[in-house]
């Protein structure tokens, strides 16, 4: 949720390559959080400060922590602790009062501020699919409501708009103060939509289910790329899992649900290892085990579509005669270049599969 990093490893590069368009979402939604907020006694430079504070929870991509598993894992939680935030608050407005001492009467105005900046980064991150641990430390469990692509033009557009408006429109008419108000009406209203449409889907993808009668175990579903009519899900059975795609435009609920296998026993002999453990800890059991070349990979299948997804780790190497765990290396799939316009076009025609 950045810029590019060049002090990290591999992952945390791929990680803030993956959300740097997320980022635009995130210091737009605290500038507009923070005119809404202050901007009306402080102008423009609660814009800045909005979208300096919009970024900052984020800047945990930078900081390396080992290895590759530990950097995907780690990232969203300490600081994106709204206990952890609520201390750095005071900090932030410190640094304001510093740097425009003029404003030093609103210090409670700006605390107020500067919380709900972070406040909103941290709940918007939770309806993406890997979520936010909102509550560490004492309860590390990450908040997802998967109802919302981690990349998602209709949720941003009203908030450019707004903060553009304020920082362009005079201050006189607050035309611009307005607008940008609006505009955040308009994205809190798109992540409600969100959460309807998620429910809607998720009622037509189970029926689907138990009319083709496919024994599974676990049920995911999250919108995908780009927008909030099409539905992607993945069906956990014993010996694999099912991709399936269902478009709120779709007549019916026929699903095409492609199965494709994984195998858990080659995770035999190291499934106490604590890379492992924590994989599963944080996929929450949405994984594929296979092999690749000898490697032994572990995939998150919450984040990506057949046969492309964006973390996949090696943590073992087929050895004679037992597998041997390794130091745990990040391996993305190969992406397809076509995957948007194929997205795009399954909303409208079923007959498409992404």
């Known amino acids: 949720m950045t810029l590019q990093c060049t002090v990290c490893d591999d992952t945390a590069g791929l990680w803030v390559r993956e959300q740097q368009m997320d980022s635009i979402t995130q210091i737009a939604?605290?500038?507009?959080?923070a005119e809404a907020t202050i901007g009306r006694k402080v102008g423009r430079k609660a814009l800045l400060w909005g979208a300096i504070a919009g970024t900052l929870p984020d800047l945990d991509v930078f900081v390396p922590l080992g290895d590759a598993v530990k950097n995907f894992t780690?990232?969203?939680?300490?600081?994106?602790?709204?206990?952890?935030?609520?201390?750095?608050?005071?900090?932030?407005?410190?640094?304001i009062n510093k740097t425009h001492p003029q404003y030093?009467?609103?210090?409670?105005?700006?605390?107020?501020?500067?919380?709900?900046?972070?406040f909103t980064h941290v709940m918007l991150d939770s309806f993406t699919t890997f979520g936010t641990q909102i509550f560490w430390p004492i309860d590390n469990t990450p908040v997802a409501f998967s109802s919302i692509f981690i990349i998602d033009p209709l949720y941003t557009l009203p908030l450019?708009?707004?903060?553009?408006?304020?920082?362009?429109?005079?201050?006189?008419?607050?035309?611009?103060?307005?607008?940008n108000r609006y505009g955040l009406i308009i994205s809190t209203l798109y992540l409600g939509w969100g959460l309807m449409a998620k429910?809607?889907?998720?009622?037509?993808?189970?029926?689907?289910?138990?009319?083709?009668?496919?024994?599974h175990h676990q049920v995911f579903i999250t919108a995908a790329p780009l927008n909030t009519l099409l539905w992607r899900t993945i069906v956990m059975s014993d010996d694999g899992y099912y991709q399936?795609?269902?478009?709120?435009?779709?007549?019916?609920?026929?699903?095409?649900?492609?199965?494709?296998?994984?195998?858990?026993?080659l995770l035999n002999g190291i499934e106490d290892t604590w890379t492992v453990q924590r994989l599963k800890w944080f996929s929450r059991g949405i994984y594929s085990i296979?092999?690749?070349?000898?490697?032994?990979?572990?995939?998150?299948?919450?984040?990506?579509?057949?046969?492309?997804?964006?973390?996949r780790f090696k943590v073992a190497e087929l050895g004679n005669p037992h597998i041997q765990s390794v130091i745990p290396e990040h391996k993305p799939s190969q992406r397809s270049g076509d995957i948007i316009i194929r997205t795009w076009e399954r909303i409208w025609d079923k007959t498409i599969n992404p």
């Open 290 to 311: 296979n092999v690749n070349n000898h490697d032994v990979m572990f995939t998150d299948l919450r984040m990506g579509m057949e046969p492309s997804y964006t973390f």
């Open 104 to 118: 030093r009467e609103h210090s409670t105005r700006w605390a107020i501020t500067i919380y709900l900046v972070f």
């Open 160 to 179: 450019l708009i707004g903060i553009i408006a304020a920082l362009v429109l005079s201050r006189e008419a607050n035309r611009g103060h307005l607008i």
């Open 244 to 265: 399936g795609f269902y478009s709120l435009l779709d007549e019916d609920n026929k699903i095409d649900f492609q199965f494709y296998p994984s195998d858990e026993s």
């Open 199 to 215: 429910n809607i889907a998720s009622v037509q993808i189970k029926d689907a289910l138990q009319q083709q009668k496919i024994a």
């Open 74 to 95: 780690y990232h969203r939680s300490a600081s994106h602790s709204i206990f952890i935030l609520a201390l750095i608050t005071p900090l932030i407005v410190w640094l």
């Open 29 to 33: 939604l605290g500038a507009a959080v």
